[in-house]
């Protein structure tokens, strides 16, 4: 009996810690078949010295055993100077869906590989405090998301639509990298065909895509029919700051090439600027009336 006993306190710890994978599909695959969140740290481990002290913590027993047992790891070395073998893991996690612009960054994935939570960057990894608390933190926005998704399964129409949004808002991220979250836009869409619930304007809106037809339609002269589209969507209530000021600067570029319109260039920046302006294009909406009001 003290025998068996000796061997379950060995193998206890073993049975609590993250398992490592190689690369991330090989991570994908074990998660969907055990049920596992996946974490990946990327890192540049011959040129990025921030990252050396996290990836060094990051491959400890120790940091393992903080994770549980409840999470798989990957990491993914974005060398600068690769070998063979480094080029060829390299090519296997293309996979993953997300290249993080700032490194080192720490990733999580649901265990169908759907991006929860990317942090990005020394200052950001930073406030989190240790890797596994930040983890942790995507870990229970992931769980929240799920009893949320669970709650809707009992709902109908634009209860069950907005069920859905919530959980996407969430996480943030629209319909995630390569639309790993459109299957739920299209249930929020069959849910609620007529959006009355107005999750679905939330997760259609074309962002990007609504000022480049802005300015390919300004140059073919087609301005009437560009501002009703761009019109269309700032009548939408439920857009969020970030998305109108999105429509606002299709509608900036668009008045840009519209003789008739230059004059409402001012007023269309203020609005931009009125509705959030620390954000990337509040502020460049006070450049720009500066700029303007030189001009005068």
Request: proline share 6%; hydrophobic share 40%; charged share 30%.
């Amino acid at each position: 009996m003290r025998f068996l006993s000796t061997i379950f306190i060995v193998i206890s710890p073993v049975l609590l810690a993250a398992e490592r994978l190689p690369d991330f599909p090989a991570a994908v695959e074990k998660a969907k078949s055990g049920g596992q969140d996946i974490a990946v740290l990327f890192h540049g481990s011959d040129w990025c010295t921030p990252g050396k002290k996290l990836a060094a913590l990051w491959t400890t027993e120790a940091f393992e055993k903080s994770a549980g047992k409840d999470l798989l790891l990957v990491d993914i070395d974005r060398k600068e100077s690769p070998s063979s073998a480094d080029e060829a893991l390299a090519k296997r996690n293309e996979a993953c869906p997300v290249k993080p612009r700032s490194l080192p960054a720490i990733a999580l994935f649901d265990k169908d590989g759907r991006l929860v939570a990317v942090r990005e960057g020394t200052p950001e990894l930073d406030s989190l405090g240790r890797p596994e608390q930040a983890i942790q933190r995507a870990i229970d926005v992931r769980k929240k998301r799920d009893d949320l998704w669970q709650k809707a399964e009992g709902m109908r129409g634009p209860q069950k639509a907005a069920q859905l949004a919530a959980g996407l808002d969430l996480l943030g991220i629209g319909a995630g990298p390569k639309n790993a979250y459109q299957p739920v836009i299209e249930e929020i869409k069959k849910a609620d065909p007529e959006d009355r619930s107005g999750a679905l304007a939330r997760y259609s809106f074309p962002g990007r895509k609504l000022l480049d037809l802005a300015v390919d339609q300004g140059k073919a002269g087609k301005f009437t029919q560009a501002d009703e589209e761009i019109g269309g969507w700032l009548k939408k209530p439920q857009l969020t700051k970030a998305q109108r000021q999105e429509a606002l600067a299709a509608r900036f570029a668009l008045y840009q090439r519209w003789p008739e319109k230059k004059s409402g260039l001012a007023g269309v920046l203020k609005e931009i600027e009125k509705l959030d302006p620390k954000s990337e294009l509040g502020t460049a909406a006070t450049t720009y009336l500066a700029m303007l009001s030189k001009e005068k």
